[in-house]
């Protein structure tokens, strides 16, 4: 069981850069998917990013493609996502996952935090 606390959101303008992380405990970080979801009001939930247990492999929803970038820092067992270019649309409550088989939607996640984008 892997616990996960998000932080770094805020309220920044569009155009703006926020690196969210995601400090993890529990089993070894190394051995996790981990992944980005977020979810606005009134929306559905949304994939944003992934990384995959050695970190040689990524995924990206189209919405942030080419503006956000997932990583990991095993020394400090924490993920990130760096959110550059931020537009109102990114406004949203940000979750981290992770799960030892990849499946994160079925693995464990951590409580979110608040991104806001003001034009």
């Known amino acids: 069981q892997v616990q996960l606390v998000e932080s770094g959101g805020g309220l920044v303008q569009a155009g703006d850069s926020l690196r969210l992380s995601c400090a993890t405990s529990g089993p070894t970080f190394s051995s996790n998917t981990m992944g980005w979801f977020r979810q606005a009001p009134g929306k559905e939930r949304e994939f944003v990013a992934a990384?995959?247990?050695?970190?040689?492999?990524?995924w990206y929803g189209d919405s942030v493609k080419g503006r956000f970038t997932i990583s990991k820092d095993y020394n400090k067992n924490t993920v990130y996502l760096q959110m550059n270019s931020l537009v109102p649309e990114d406004t949203a409550v940000y979750y981290c996952?992770?799960?030892?088989?990849?499946?994160?939607?079925?693995?464990?996640w951590g409580q979110g935090t608040q991104v806001t984008v003001s034009s």
């Open positions: 996952a992770a799960d030892p088989n990849g499946n994160l939607l079925q693995g464990s």
């Open positions: 990384i995959s247990r050695r970190g040689n492999v990524t």
